[in-house]
């Protein structure tokens, strides 16, 4: 399979959300500048281009059927659509639905904890729920690769 091109900056959330799912699904990535003549383009791949990064992360999801990172239970995929499409809540309605389980949306990883792990980022010295979720989310090999990516971003 030919590499998958992201574009935009590492700093970028949802630059980072798309090297995640790449690392989560072992899907081989290069990151790229924004492109000049498209800079609406987020994802490529042979002659497929993204201006969404959430319709990015399902279709790479799609690609590669190990480690599904969108849920086959209906109340779970839902959850997650509920949850990527929506705008982020107070710290309070996190920790609700972080009470009912480890994840967003159910017992395992899904696009909308990638997805929303950045904005959440600054609320965990005051949340211990999100604190611990954060903590769940960094153990992954795609955490530890795009913190790799940032330290070499910010070292320049």
Same mark, same amino acid.
């Given at each position: ?94 920790? %609700?639905?972080?009470? #009912?389980?480890?994840? $967003?949306?159910?017992? =395992?990883?899904? &696009? +909308?904890? /990638? ?15 999100? %604190?611990?979720?954060? #903590?769940?989310?960094? $153990?992954?090999?795609? =955490?530890?690769? &795009? +913190?790799? /990516? ?7």
């Amino acid at each position: 399979m030919l590499p998958v091109l992201i574009y935009g900056a590492v700093t970028e959330r949802e630059t980072r959300f798309l090297v995640r799912v790449c690392e989560e699904k072992g899907i081989a990535y290069c990151v790229e500048p924004d492109l000049p003549e498209t800079p609406a383009v987020r994802l490529q791949h042979q002659a497929h281009h993204f201006t969404s990064a959430i319709a990015a992360g399902v279709y790479l999801d799609a690609l590669v059927a190990e480690n599904p990172l969108v849920p086959d239970q209906p109340d779970q995929l839902g959850a997650m659509w509920e949850i990527l499409l929506s705008k982020a809540g107070s710290a309070e309605e996190m920790e %609700r639905t972080l009470a #009912a389980s480890p994840y $967003l949306a159910g017992e =395992a990883l899904t &696009l +909308a904890d /990638l997805f929303w792990q950045g904005h959440w980022q600054c609320f965990a010295e005051e949340s211990p729920a999100i %604190r611990d979720w954060l #903590a769940r989310l960094s $153990l992954s090999p795609g =955490a530890k690769v &795009l +913190a790799k /990516l940032e330290a070499t971003h910010k070292a320049g």
